[in-house]
């Protein structure tokens, strides 16, 4: 495990010195103290990113010269593919195949993204059609500039490879904080980095709290973008740091995101579905599906099922063979959770299944599944993110009282539906007012699509070309093409 943090290509301790601790969340015990990085030392990263920007060969190469880095490191993520993966479950808690399936993810995207930095040699700059034939114009794409990447902690590797991937691909150089809950895989990337010999300063890797390192790096005024990924309070915040010197900004926030299921729906599908929306990565999921609107006819028949299932789930560490769910990521996190169970009671809503820790699970930030069930529309369960493995349930009437409680949400990232008749599943998908939507599942996620959210859930768009385009500046380069004078002032 890496004590330094990665600047200009170097290992360096931080410039106060400190460190913060590292909790397996599973034993409850300090595995690691991660280097604290402060202002100093974002000021040193920014300067590196700066110089390689300004100076440096990286967005000077061409996109196939880059392509071949990213698909350097994707084969080294690979390479290290089960450490990468132990050392997720030991820093967030996750089930070791859930991990395993995230670090492939993180190789995908460092290889997808490698393709579009080639494309961007071979696609011919787009000729604008402009209404007076005397000029041409045409658009090329270029680099953002120096970015600031900011990263949650429930999927540590891979929001950050989010990041990472198309802004390396796009010609940019960045400063990356990851969150302080979950340092350990981002300084990994550092060590990939190096080994796979990216031009110093190209991406430095910055660990600390987020007033401290993270706060600095959103108001540097060397920094040209800022890529964030985590709450809402948090996105707000960034926005605010941003507008001081109009940065270039793209927010993933949270989301509340509703799965309606139809009464013609088969019920063991559907209960496959709603747990897996809620129960995967311990619900800590952005665009996890925690409120289920549930047809009338078809409510106690699904209710009982999903409690019934989810009282099955195999609660364990991470690492335990077999384990479906694992332990949530922090006391904090845990604490945040129980609490927002408790309102959630207090307010009328019905424990059908879960509501704390197992039994047989004394140590660890272990909480059982949960089912919520007759809770008010107003109330804070049904409204606000839980980020756990809590999910709401309530019945609906038909299609438009389904459609109307669904976009009733200040939240507007994902949606599901399930139905047998997909005319209907079409129609409720666009009349959702979110950026992803399934139809009879919930929560697949590709590299190639966009992901991102309504309302807010934040501003722009990741993965796909979408999110390449996050990272490119778009000039217009137009021609006087004509051979008359242009005859304004001079006739
Ligand atoms: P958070 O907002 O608490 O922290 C996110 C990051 O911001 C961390 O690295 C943290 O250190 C940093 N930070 C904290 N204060 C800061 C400040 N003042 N200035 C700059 N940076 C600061 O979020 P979290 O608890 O780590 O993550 C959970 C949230 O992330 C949930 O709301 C979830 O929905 C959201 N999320 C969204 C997506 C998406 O794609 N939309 C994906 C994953 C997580």
Redesign the pocket.
Known sequence: MQTQLFIDGHWTAPAAGGTFPVVDPATERVIHQAPAGTAADIDRAVAAARRAFDEGPWPRLSGTERAGYLRAIAAAVTARREELARLEVLDNGKPLPEALWDIDDVAGCFGFYAGLAEKLDTDPDEVVALADARFSSSVVLEPMGVVGA??????PLL?ATWKVAPALAAGCTLVL?????TPLTALELGAIAEEVGLPPGVLNIVTG???E???P??SHPAVDKLA????????R??MA?AAADIKKVSL????KSPFIVFADSDIEKAVEWIMFGIFWNQG????ATSRVLIEASAYDAVLERLAAEAARIRIGSGLEEGTLLGPIVSRG?YDKILAAIARGVEQGARIVTGGGRPADRNVGYFLQPTVLADMDETSEVWRE?I?GPVVCVKPFTDEADAVRMANDSRFG?AGAVMSKDLVRCERVARALRAGIVWINCSQPTFTEAP???YKQ??IGR?LGRWGLSNYLEVKQITRYESDDPWGWYIR
């Open positions: 900011i990263v949650p902690w429930n999927y929001m904080k990851p969150s302080e809950l709290l987020g007033p390192a993270g706060a790096l959103t964030f990924t985590g709450s809402v309070p948090t996105g915040k960034v740091a993933e926030l949270g989301g800590q999921v952005c665009s996190q993110e980020f990232l992901w991102g959210g859930s934040g990741e």
